[in-house]
């Protein structure tokens, strides 16, 4: 009998007592059969060793394979049995792989019985698109990606150059700075970006590099942020919560009456972004970008249903604090971008997440999402970017990961494209940001391509791209090629470097640079 190593069929395993659920593969048959051989020759070997029964989280996706084997490799000789197990952890690995050609693409959307756009000629990305008052020089986004390399008061060093300069010669025409905290109290970790009068020339520099490296006029956009729950201004947990969320609490350890910023912090907080903007603006970007994504600050207020006075409670309430942010920034920097990246979609219970059905979390309500972005378009927003999902708590919703995987990841990226189709139909005139689309590998510039054909979005962003495989812009538009063998393979070894509090870049395709 020969083992397929190849699960039958992929399902979404409830764990107990959890709100989430991970990734199971079903073996074929003659597939358990080899197991279960496999079992019995190697259980009596392992059991003679002592052993701790505990329950360690993401097991599987966090755990060194080279290192397991060579331990393995101590107690079993038989390479035949060797094999077996290095094949199986292999397969479960290249489970995360997309597809390797646009015809394997589409057996894949056949056989889950759901579609996306796919267009062969992909000249279509290569056309200007209209910014406010700039002009991208073709299609592509390099997606915001916080690197953690800065200098304790938030100076790019040596490394964050580096990174940027490789972006803006990768070809997109837009390049969207990762997130800058506008307090010191809202930096995310102790080596976030932070712009203050005090290393404005590093941040000129940083501008300035990134235009020298790009062979063509791009448009730089600093995301502005305060990282709210999330904030870790010297490398310990100083959470500005607006808000509470049992699951989100719990897994913060923060208690029901862990205290919450006040509306008098909030206004004056207002401010902070304006001077931020101000900044910005001196260092030579050509426009801000207002998170209001993944849990931060100014998406928590989003979904702050419960919270009492004039930040929350009702949609007026909840979407004040964005919306005064805006209208600040543009009064003080006129000639100045402004652009949001908003989650429409946290999947987050209810009264908990921003549009979601109240009844169940899996299941996006635009409703409100699009009234917002409609807002937000009356309000001259130069850029709408999409995104879903809080990435510490159900990352899949914006992006297929080796961690936390439920759903096949083309079932993710189908809803996230609708629903960004939906906000693009909203606001025809201004260009709305797809993030979807890094797992699709070899047929990347085919969805990219199919997606702006039909309308369903105007740019197309690429995050872990932009670190992986930063010369894919250029591939694209020049020779009309993607290599499969340098792009982002989706591993989660970039978020698990941000997580452990390393520098974040590619630990794949850069690893003489980046290591796990
Ligand atoms: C290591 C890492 C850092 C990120 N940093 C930011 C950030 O600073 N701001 C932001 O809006 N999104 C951030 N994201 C989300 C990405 O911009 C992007 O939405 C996500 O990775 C999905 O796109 P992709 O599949 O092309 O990577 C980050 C993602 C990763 C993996
Ligand atoms: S480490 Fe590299 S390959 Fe892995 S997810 Fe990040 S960018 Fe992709």
Redesign the pocket.
Known sequence: MRATRRPSTIVGKANAGKPDKRPLGIPVICDRVVQMACKLVIEPIFEQTEIVDCDIRGFFENVDHNILLKLVRRRISDPRVLMLISGWLQVARDYMRGPASINELREMLEGLGISLPITENTSILGETVDVGNRISPNRFVALPMEGADCDMDGSPTGLTFRRYERMAAGGAGIIWLEACAVAHGGRSKANAFFLQKSNLAMYKELVDRMRNAASQDIICILQLTHSGRYSKPGGEPKPVMVRHCPELDEAENLPDDYPLATDRFLDELVNSYVEAAVLAQQAGFDGVDVKACHGYLVSSLLGAHERKGKYGGSYEHRTRFLKDVITAIHKQCPSLLVTVRLNIFDGMRYPYGFGVSNTNPEVPDLEEPIRLVKQLGAMNVALLGVSMGYPRFDPHFGRP?ATGQTEHPLVGIKRFCDLTGQVQAAIPGIPVVNAAL?WVEAAFPQVAAGLVESRATQLIGQG??G??YPDSVRDILETNTFSRNAC????????RLLRDGKHVG????DKSVYNA
């Not at 982002?488 to 978020?495: D, E, H, K, Y």
Request: glycine share 6%; aromatic share 0%; net charge positive.
């Open positions: 990961s890094a872990r791209n670190i992986a982002c393979v989706a591993c989660s070894g970039c978020s590619c630990i794949v395709r």
